[in-house]
């Protein structure tokens, strides 16, 4: 994948897809396996924002039967089995525990019911699935065995749990970037690092996109046929740009976080209920669940729900947002008993938000996505798309293409995404990837690390080693970071900064700081790479620590609770 701006300058597309998060990215696959040229513009990173703050969860829509909405858990449970069909290596089932309360909606009995509607909505979630990606039947489990299995967990009231499960991303970065890698695979042109600036317009049409690439200044000018705007929480500032060159960069979002923390025990996830309620649900079980995942080694909790008003680009996890989140998890499960020193990463994001709450300052977080056509606005080749989930990503692109295709006026194949293995993806077995470094000096931990982020890709790395032996040494402090992967992310997958090596092409730096060593190590070889002077190194690496420093001050966008009824 390269960064081709001549190409970029020049050529006419078909469609161009400005936002590089999943939506963007997975939007761009499914149109340029349909034969159409495709260009992305992305102002920061491939999923550096939004799509980075996932729970890691692929969500098979149980939560949905609160609603009473049977066709969103149908999509999402159709959604999951893709994912863990196509992507094993980066996608896997993960046991859940809900724990009953009393014998009402809470009760083992309405979770049984419920367990039951899950299994029977989703008869086909197995589909073609080998056994080790498959998704078990739900279950009720005993107060003694739900008492075990959560230590800790407050007695009073308690009568069982519902065991479910769904699916986990061991690497939620590497996911995303394998939906950039396969619509580059498929003759997609894709740049990061490249801000639209304005529209050229025609005849109540876009001709063209103007771009300024961050790093340079230069002015580009990327021409189309279509134009989607895929830029999450930018969405109205970009869609204003038809407008003003100067849009007003305020909005009203969702901001949830997620913290990374020591483990809490327990080998399942679990929920604990928090003091903020859904009232968009039908069938109201109390309070918002929180939910606490064992993930490689860690504890993920999330997600918190609060109003920030602001510019997006100002969104900033504050040392205050992760102590009140800590206070909250700590009344919910009193013996987590976690301190700040137990937190060892933290990530968040900005979602949509719907309605008002009559309450002064709070809003519901949207659960819906948004789909705007801007011919009404007198533009007929724009649409807007606002997503709210990870797991419909493909469905939503889907949905997208088949939207525009025909107005294209092109002959275009039938969507593809479907039936098509993602990056990385297309084997049975994870362990039969482990055989393609027998031959090198790789220790099992870096060969399986590299199976599950890389899937049947990691074939370029282990190439790199082979004409490189002194590359197969690791990271120091890192028992399965190879020196090639860093080398690889460079030359293979468009990392222009230190940031872009050590959050998102690999996993250095998604469990909390790797330490000093590593990142000394790393910065010198994307230096080498890159051909930066220790200047530039240096402020990419100050770059990085400032990103794993809680500042104390709130972001320049204001938060407040959001329908928090404690």
């Given at each position: ?172 970065e590497r996911l995303t970037l394998s939906f950039a890698l396969s619509a580059a695979q498929e003759g997609a042109a894709l ?125 900033r996890i504050t040392r205050q947002d992760v102590l009140e989140f800590l206070k909250e998890i700590n009344t919910a499960y ?233």
């Amino acid at each position: 994948m390269k960064r081709d701006l001549e190409r970029l300058n020049h050529e006419q597309f078909d469609v161009v897809v400005v936002g590089g998060g999943v939506y963007g990215l997975c939007t761009a696959w499914d149109a340029a396996l349909r034969g159409l040229r495709v260009a992305v513009v992305e102002q920061d990173d491939f999923g550096a924002k939004t799509s980075a703050a996932s729970l890691k969860l692929i969500h098979g829509g149980l939560r949905y039967l609160q609603h009473l909405d049977i066709s969103r858990m149908r999509v999402s449970i159709q959604e999951r089995r893709w994912m863990l069909r196509m992507a094993p290596h980066l996608v896997h089932p993960l046991e859940f525990i809900m724990p009953c309360f009393g014998h009402g909606i809470k009760g083992p009995e309405a979770m049984r019911a419920a367990l039951l509607a899950n299994d029977i909505i989703s008869w086909d979630r197995n589909r073609d699935l080998p056994p080790r990606q498959q998704v078990p039947r739900g279950r009720v489990i005993s107060r003694k065995e739900c008492l075990e299995r959560i230590p800790g967990l407050p007695a009073e009231g308690l009568t069982g749990g519902a065991v479910f499960y769904d699916a986990q991303m061991y690497n939620s970065e590497r996911l995303t970037l394998s939906f950039a890698l396969s619509a580059a695979q498929e003759g997609a042109a894709l740049a990061n690092y490249l801000e639209v600036t304005g529209f050229e317009r025609k005849s109540g049409r876009i001709i063209a996109a103007k771009v300024k690439d961050r790093f340079t200044g230069d002015d580009l000018r990327v021409a189309g046929r279509f134009f989607i705007n895929m830029t999450g929480p930018w969405t109205d500032i970009t869609s204003k740009l038809l407008e003003t060159p100067a849009p007003s960069r305020d909005v009203v979002r969702s901001k949830g976080i997620q913290l990374a923390t020591t483990p809490l025990g327990p080998a399942s996830a679990f929920a604990v209920e928090g003091r903020q309620t859904d009232e968009s649900s039908v069938l109201r079980r109390g309070g918002r669940n929180y939910f606490i995942t064992p993930w490689r080694g860690l504890s993920l909790i999330g997600t918190t729900d609060t109003i920030y008003r602001g510019n997006p680009g100002e969104f900033r996890i504050t040392r205050q947002d992760v102590l009140e989140f800590l206070k909250e998890i700590n009344t919910a499960y009193p013996p987590a008993k976690l301190s700040l020193h137990d937190v060892r990463y933290w990530f968040g994001g900005l979602r949509p938000v719907g309605e008002e709450r009559s309450a002064p300052g709070t809003v519901a977080a949207s659960h819906r996505y948004q789909i705007r056509d801007h011919q009404s606005d007198g533009v007929t080749n724009l649409i807007s798309v606002v997503g709210v989930k990870y797991t419909i990503c493909r469905h939503i692109a889907e949905k997208v293409v088949d939207q525009i295709a025909p107005r294209l006026n092109i002959s275009s194949r039938p969507g593809r995404t479907r039936q098509t293995p993602l990056w990385g993806g297309g084997f049975e077995q994870l362990e039969s990837l482990h055989a393609l470094a027998d031959d090198l000096a790789l220790p099992p931990d870096a060969v399986r690390n590299m199976a599950r982020n890389h899937g049947t890709s990691m074939r370029t790395i282990l190439e790199i080693i082979r004409k490189q032996p002194e590359l197969a040494r690791l990271l120091p402090g890192s028992r399965e970071i190879a020196t090639a992967e860093i080398v690889h992310a460079v030359q293979h997958e468009m990392a222009l900064t230190l940031s872009d090596v050590v959050l998102r092409r690999t996993d250095l730096g998604s469990r909390g700081h790797p330490g000093a060593s590593a990142l000394e190590e790393c910065s010198m070889l994307v230096a080498r790479e890159r051909g930066w002077n220790e200047t530039r190194r240096q402020n990419e690496l100050a770059v990085v620590e400032d990103f794993f420093s809680l500042t104390d001050s709130p972001s320049v966008g204001s938060t407040e609770g959001l329908s928090n009824t404690g």
